[in-house]
């Protein structure tokens, strides 16, 4: 069975820091890895993915995720936080074979503060 | 294009009652998705569709049922409606399964409250 952990409900970064978003995954076979971010009201926004190749992915905003696949881990990144970066993120999983069954994490809270 | 649209927005149920919410999607996707929302939870797959006639169970179809008779419409059918049911709704498509490398594209969700 596929899964995915988010181990942080909120994170709060003040706007300028780096900011991480943690995510652990547990797949059997190579993983297909996305981040998806949520505002308000919204349904979700796909960010970035990691299919395979280059460890270091970047998507949209400015976000990057790094592989690590000794630590079986998809960390969300950004360098410099924004205020309008506040959102709730979520990580996802699945795997080659598995027609479409995109696991979701329980999702992280980003808190940016000017 | 409209994207992912999903109709009504926000619906009170009473117990027992059924009704069906409404997707449509106009980007000529094969696939289609149904999920829950719930706070802490993240989202779990009720059902999905890999194109029209075709459909299978997700993590969590129990008391939910699917058709797919056109590309365009994933309808989602309640019936009898428990407070369990109580949750956001949201209808994704994508080209290709994600496993294809392909993004899910969402709706903005339908509120549920089963009373």
């Known amino acids: 069975a596929q899964s995915v952990a988010q181990p942080e409900d909120q994170v709060n970064v003040a706007e300028g820091n780096p900011l991480t978003v943690k995510c652990t995954y547990s797949?059997?076979?190579?993983?297909?890895l996305f981040w998806y971010v949520q505002y308000p009201n919204r349904g979700l926004q796909f960010l970035l993915k990691?299919?395979?190749?280059?460890?270091l992915v970047k998507g949209s905003y400015g976000f990057e995720a790094e592989f690590n696949k000794s630590q079986t881990s998809f960390h969300l990144k950004k360098p410099s936080a924004l205020v309008s970066d506040s959102a709730l993120y979520f990580c996802a999983v699945t795997h080659a074979s598995n027609t479409g069954k995109l696991i979701f994490g329980q999702g992280t809270t980003l808190q940016v503060k000017p | 294009n409209a994207g992912v649209t999903q109709t009504p927005k926000f619906h009170i149920l009473k117990i027992g009652q059924s009704m069906t919410l409404q997707c449509t999607q106009d980007?000529?996707?094969?696939?289609m998705y149904w999920y829950r929302q719930d706070p802490g939870m993240g989202l779990k797959l009720i059902y999905y569709s890999v194109g029209a006639g075709i459909t299978d169970k997700g993590e969590v179809p129990n008391g939910y049922n699917v058709s797919r008779s056109t590309t365009e419409d994933f309808p989602l059918r309640l019936e009898l409606a428990a407070p369990s049911q109580t949750s956001v709704y949201f209808c994704a498509s994508s080209r290709q399964g994600a496993d294809q490398n392909s993004p899910l594209h969402f709706g903005n969700g339908t509120r549920l409250t089963v009373t």
């Open positions: 990691y299919i395979t190749g280059d460890n």
């Open positions: 980007m000529n996707h094969n696939y």
């Open positions: 797949v059997s076979g190579n993983p297909y």
